[in-house]
């Protein structure tokens, strides 16, 4: 028996032999698995699934299976154990008068986590006054565990919405009121409906973006079989470690270049473009504007630096604040989601536009998805995100209407944010979408 399976056996006689009063068992691991997390994730039958990976790819995680569910995290701190997170996201219109299929949020104590930090393996248990719930999933594992397939279906056709024509006028509108001065800032997005010719997993997306789109947060939330929402984003929303959080601001977009002086012509341009500059100070100084109420000390990096990713470059701020006592990963989610980034500014202002004028729901898109635990908290903002609906794939992308901005240039600058995930199911996505 493989040292992983040897660990599960062990941690299934710890939990039988639990005393009442136990909330955690973790099982350490004492060789790498030989198995893939993605792989594993895939081949077990207990639902809801959550898979993170976080972006400097310190930390994997697969947690498996409810002990408890909160679809307001914020009573979740009364039930957990020191050691204990809970794992899900918060949407971004869910439970509204536009969107009201879709949960404001969705949060739940695993009962299972398979965890690597750095070169460190554990399966952890937790439990509450009925073990035996624990259990009952631990004996559902399976062993045999195939690899994912790779992607093989293909692209029928991809529906656009708003289609361009009517994405067009939506950025007219909000540059004239721009400049009637009702706003400073208003991000748009559009959701593209790929068909395919047959079944996409979440998992083969997932697994595929996982190894091809680097420095990104990797999730993935499956509530069961047929609906799961994926994504691998390159920003933070917030990391909380005790009174410490880090943000940052991340606006101001161009594509790769098609070789290296190329790329850096493109870089070395948008680190001085204007329109690019001032949408992303729009956003640090709404960021600063949000935490300072519960902040004792809110420090920024006086440079953009730059973020390179497989198809894109963006402007980047790090943000530091040191927080007053008391203050919580919830309080912290309400100050900073969502940010100027998927939203606008003045932040009511621009949702209240987007509420009423975009042609779709975003739902978990621009969210945010993470845990929380009482020593520290992190979360991600779900961009470059897809929802996976067996042959239909959902993407999304957004774009920060500022002035300056140009309906065209916007437009392809989605297709160049779409094309992270859409080139992993075809290199040459159909209808004039950038690849």
């Known amino acids: 028996m493989s040292h992983f399976y040897q660990a599960i056996t062990e941690l299934i006689e710890h939990v039988k032999n639990a005393k009442s009063g136990t909330h955690r068992i973790v099982q350490p691991i004492s060789e790498k698995p030989n198995v893939a997390f993605i792989d594993w994730l895939e081949a077990q039958p207990v639902f809801p699934k959550f898979y993170w990976q976080t972006r400097d790819t310190r930390e994997e995680v697969v947690a498996l299976g409810q002990l408890h569910t909160f679809s307001d995290p914020a009573p979740a701190y009364t039930i957990l154990a020191d050691d204990q997170r809970v794992w899900g996201g918060r949407s971004f219109d869910g439970n509204t008068a536009k969107n009201q299929r879709c949960m404001a949020s969705f949060f739940f104590l695993p009962q299972i986590e398979l965890i690597r930090f750095d070169d460190n393996f554990s399966i ?191 402007l980047k701020r790090s943000i530091h604040a040191h927080l007053k006592s008391g203050t919580n990963g919830v309080q912290l989610l309400s100050a900073l989601q969502p940010t100027a980034a998927v939203a606008g500014l003045p932040r009511e202002a621009a949702m209240n536009f987007i509420q009423e004028n975009e042609p779709f729901v975003r739902g978990w898109y621009a969210g945010s998805m993470g845990y929380i635990s009482h020593k520290q908290a992190e979360f991600c903002v779900a961009i470059r995100s897809a929802l996976v609906l067996g042959e239909q794939v959902q993407l999304f992308a957004g774009a920060g209407i500022v002035p300056g901005s140009r309906a065209d240039h916007e437009w392809q600058e989605l297709d160049k944010k779409m094309s992270t995930l859409l080139t992993l199911i075809s290199d040459r996505p159909p209808l004039g979408v950038a690849s």
């Open 124 to 314: 952890a248990a937790n439990l509450n006054n009925e073990p035996h719930r624990t259990l009952a999933s631990l004996y559902k594992l399976q062993a045999e565990v195939a690899p994912i397939l790779p992607i093989s279906c293909h692209i029928k056709e991809i529906q656009h919405t708003p289609e361009q024509p009517q994405w067009t006028s939506l950025v007219e509108q909000v540059l004239e009121k721009i400049e009637d001065k009702e706003f400073e800032k208003v991000v748009l997005a559009r959701k593209s409906s790929v068909q395919l010719d047959s079944q996409l997993k979440a998992s083969q997306l997932l697994k595929a973006s996982y190894e091809q789109n680097h420095h990104s947060f990797h999730f993935m939330m499956s509530l069961d079989q047929n609906h799961s929402f994926i994504g691998s984003t390159p920003e933070r929303l917030y990391l909380r470690q005790g009174q410490e959080l880090m943000t940052e601001a991340l606006a101001g977009t161009i594509g790769r270049g098609s070789n290296a002086s190329h790329d850096m012509e493109l870089a070395n341009w948008l680190s001085q473009d204007k329109k690019n500059l001032n949408e992303n100070q729009y956003v640090v100084d709404d960021i600063i504007e949000r935490l300072t109420p519960h902040s004792e000390l809110v420090t920024v990096d006086e440079d953009a630096s730059l973020v390179r990713l497989r198809k894109v470059q963006h």
